[in-house]
């Protein structure tokens, strides 16, 4: 698996995982995470990502050269949560693709943010997730070094913010 600095271009391939991991999600009954439409037939959405990857320090996970997995960093949070109140790396979006389950493709690019805030000498990196449904994905950032901090909700949204804290 190789890393690589993403942006621009990389706005249709977000979107496609986006897709894939909604067609999954509700076939497996779980669609309060994001929905039940997929997100490139959502010009909001669509909008949504392509802000993001133009904004947002993004990197994707290749593997044999084929995009596997997407992670998106900011130095604050999405509006919707308080900022840190010291330096911080924000992971805005954390997405795979379903083709590369059970490679570890989630947790090498978290493993990258953790030393992206290393390399600037940021001890703080945080991330918020759906906290609704069987909580799965909550306990899936806790075996990640992740720890609860405090739930939310946006609109009906549940979430869970989540930190980790790292040494350069």
Known sequence: ????????????????????????????GRSGQWGERPWSEDPTKVERITAL????????????????????????PHDYVEPAGEPEVYVTLLVTDRAFKGRGVGGALLRHAARRAGERDVSLVRVDCYAGGDGRLVEYYRRHGFEPVRRFRV??????????????
């Open 155 to 168: 609109g009906e949204w549940p979430g869970q913010l989540l930190a980790r804290r790292v040494t350069g």
């Open 1 to 28: 698996m190789e890393i690589r600095r993403g942006g621009d271009a990389d706005a249709a391939v977000v979107l496609g995982m986006l897709d894939g991991a909604v067609e999954w999600l509700v076939a497996d």
């Open 53 to 76: 990857v133009g904004r947002d320090e993004v990197w994707v996970a290749e593997v044999e050269g084929r995009a596997a997995g997407v992670v998106a960093l900011a130095a604050g």
